[in-house]
């Protein structure tokens, strides 16, 4: 009921389809009712996050402190790149003389792979935000219903 | 059932990249980025898949050609 209300009232809808699609990747064209976009990005960009992720190891890829404007890029991914960013505070960089520092720390191939990964998820997340808005400010929350049948009559 | 120790070590632990593979992770971003653009293109959802594909072949040839001729300005220069 709350989201139907949200949804008639344009001045509401747009924004907030625009915060949504930027906190979960698609889920502002759920709100508006386009599910099978939303469902697209949803998993497009969840799988490329994560596959980057992957590649690289969440301690190196997601680094605010060394990569501040790869990580500009990243954070535009939303819920994932602020989830992958949470769970690398919780594991301790190794030292660098530590024989395991590289069972963490990614360099040279992956490491470039892995941040650009996650930074075009995040480039491709401000396109899916952008044609969000488009698309909430021009369609009526009720278009999904199909066209309306006023003035038909019913074909016997 | 999903073995989440297992999913976590995936995520942790950074993989070793040669060259070739390098390139070839070149083709499933290329994908997401031609899936998403004409998503947002495309007007009827069922066109989706066959203009997502002609993209990603299109953006994937350009890509290469361009490193391609990169490669060789590079190699020629030094």
Known sequence: ?????????????????????????????????????GIIFMATLAVTFWAGIAIGGVKNTINPQERQLWFLGQICAGSHALGAMLWSRQIDRPADDDPNHTQIIAYGRAEEVSVVYTAICGMLNVLIILDVLVRAERKPATAERGPPNRGRKAST | MIDLHLLATILIQPVTLGRWQQMLLLLPLCLAVSIVYKTTKCANVRDIPVAAIVSWITIVIGMYAVGGVLLLIYHWSV
């Open chain 1, 1 to 37: 009921m709350k989201t139907t209300v949200l949804n008639n009232n344009p001045e509401l809808r747009v924004p907030l389809a625009g915060l949504l699609g930027w906190l979960l990747p698609g889920a502002g064209h759920l709100f508006i009712g386009e599910r099978t976009r």
